[in-house]
């Protein structure tokens, strides 16, 4: 099995893309989703971040982390980021890895990793096969996150801004997905993409040398117990 890396930018589109790779029959492992988890009340995540940035950016009564508070407090502050990064990645890094292995019993030939951050993190990057980025037109990009998360154009522009730029993700991508048109272009760009990547046969080799270490691990086990059991009998 080899993974395939699926990044953009904020309201480019990825959720879009995701939904019909699953459509399709293919597991994608949502690294957003995995952050909301690790942050529910009660788990190790969310007793730290507590205890760094205190219970005014919690939910009343719920216990529930507040995104947009915490958001707000993160987002000019590169000190206060780096903490919750630190906080929080470890425990999404263990999860997506579960989720990785899981689909790997499975027989999937490939799984998608939905991560938002690949190139800003660049810690799974030695370990994806391919990667696809979905870009849009900025100004379509604006549109989307004042409709969605209802910000002013100031305020849109700002968040994507902060973001590494679409440009540099492209140009560092097997595949590009322009998101800017109808839901019909992006599902065929999408599909094209699926088709080329069920025909890989990178799955057979990753899994040959993974069995293939496993059987000389097997083997050397058996090596040494045998050795061990005729140096006992010999004394």
Known sequence: MFLVGLTGGIASGKSTVTKI???????????DAIARQVVEPGRPAWHKIKATFGEEIFHAGSGELNREALGRIIFDDVEKRRLLNEITHPEIHRTVCKEVIKCFFLGHNFVVLDLPLLFEIRLMLNYIHKIITVTCEEDIQVTRLMDRSQYTEAEAKKRIKAQMPLELKCEQSHFVIENSGTLRDTEEQTLKILAILQDSNQHWKIRGVLFATAALLVSSIAWLLNYKYRWFNAN
């Open 21 to 31: 790779f699953r459509d399709n029959g293919v597991p994608v492992i949502d690294a």
